[in-house]
């Protein structure tokens, strides 16, 4: 097998690959890739239906990962909708995602929080819920519960696989007058070091005892 060959095959094996993923970022880089390197390939060894397959995989790749990492924090393309918290359907996404969430912490004594971590807390506990869509998906399920004297802990704060590359909890946080209609003045969360950076990016800081904090600004 010479070089032109190992290059083929690479191309090849990267989009079959990409076909297994369930993220779609992750999806659409390794699809890219692949496809890149198969018109490279079919270029190189003339043949030529293949390399303008190859090619319109690739641009379609392009199109889609920057429409996805432009829309990555723009309200416009993610909404934020408030749901009771023994909402059936909110039940049924959960019921649906239990097998996830298992991964994290088995028994769900705890629930998945951020992009595939953990924060304390069982979701029957909660006090308010929020479901986070994109179009007709729903791609994140936000839960709190009140702890009292103007404080809201953070037990829920889960992805969907598809988009756990994403973070659409944090449009659930930029809307702070949600929580200040409620009367909480501020959020807490115990993450896991796998989520520390994820909650620093939508505003929460370490405090001396460990937990996370975040103000809800005043309306």
Same mark, same amino acid.
């Given at each position: 097998?010479? !070089?032109?060959?190992? /290059?083929? !095959?690479?191309?090849? +094996?990267? *989009?079959?690959?990409?076909?297994?993923? %369930?993220?779609?970022?992750?999806?659409?880089?390794?699809?890219?890739?692949?496809?890149?390197?198969?018109? %490279?390939?079919?270029? %190189?060894?003339?043949? !030529?239906?293949?390399?303008?397959?190859?090619?319109? /995989?690739?641009? /379609?790749?392009?199109? !889609?990962? *920057?429409?996805?990492?432009?829309?990555?924090?723009?309200?416009?393309?993610?909404?934020?909708?408030?749901?009771?918290?023994?909402?059936?359907?909110?039940?049924?996404?959960?019921?649906?995602?239990?097998?996830?969430?298992?991964?994290?912490?088995?028994?769900?004594?705890?629930?998945?929080?951020?992009?595939?971590?953990?924060?304390?807390? %069982?979701?029957?506990?909660?006090?308010?819920?929020?479901?986070?869509?994109?179009?007709?998906?729903?791609?994140?399920?936000?839960?709190?519960?009140?702890?009292?004297?103007?404080?809201?802990?953070?037990?829920?704060?889960?992805?969907?696989?598809?988009?756990?590359? &994403?973070?659409?909890?944090? &449009?659930?946080?930029?809307?702070?007058? *949600?929580?200040?209609?409620?009367? &909480?003045?501020?959020?807490?969360?115990?993450?896991?070091?796998?989520?520390?950076?994820?909650?620093?990016? +939508?505003? &929460?800081?370490?405090?001396?005892?460990?937990?996370? +904090?975040?103000?809800?600004?005043?309306?």
């Amino acid at each position: 097998m010479n !070089w032109l060959e190992v /290059i083929g !095959w690479t191309g090849s +094996v990267l *989009v079959v690959v990409s076909l297994m993923q %369930a993220r779609v970022l992750r999806f659409r880089v390794m699809n890219l890739a692949g496809a890149a390197i198969a018109t %490279a390939y079919n270029i %190189a060894i003339d043949v !030529w239906p293949f390399a303008a397959m190859n090619a319109a /995989i690739t641009i /379609i790749d392009v199109y !889609w990962l *920057v429409r996805l990492l432009r829309e990555r924090h723009d309200e416009a393309a993610y909404e934020v909708v408030e749901v009771a918290p023994d909402d059936a359907y909110l039940g049924r996404v959960l019921a649906v995602h239990a097998s996830d969430m298992a991964k994290f912490e088995p028994g769900r004594g705890a629930v998945a929080a951020g992009p595939g971590g953990v924060a304390g807390g %069982a979701p029957d506990e909660a006090s308010a819920a929020f479901l986070v869509v994109r179009g007709d998906e729903t791609v994140g399920v936000v839960q709190v519960r009140d702890e009292g004297a103007g404080t809201a802990r953070v037990l829920m704060d889960y992805v969907t696989p598809r988009f756990r590359d &994403f973070t659409p909890g944090e &449009f659930v946080y930029r809307r702070s007058g *949600v929580f200040r209609e409620r009367g &909480f003045e501020r959020l807490v969360v115990d993450p896991v070091p796998a989520n520390r950076d994820y909650f620093r990016s +939508v505003g &929460f800081a370490p405090t001396t005892d460990g937990t996370w +904090v975040r103000e809800v600004a005043a309306a």
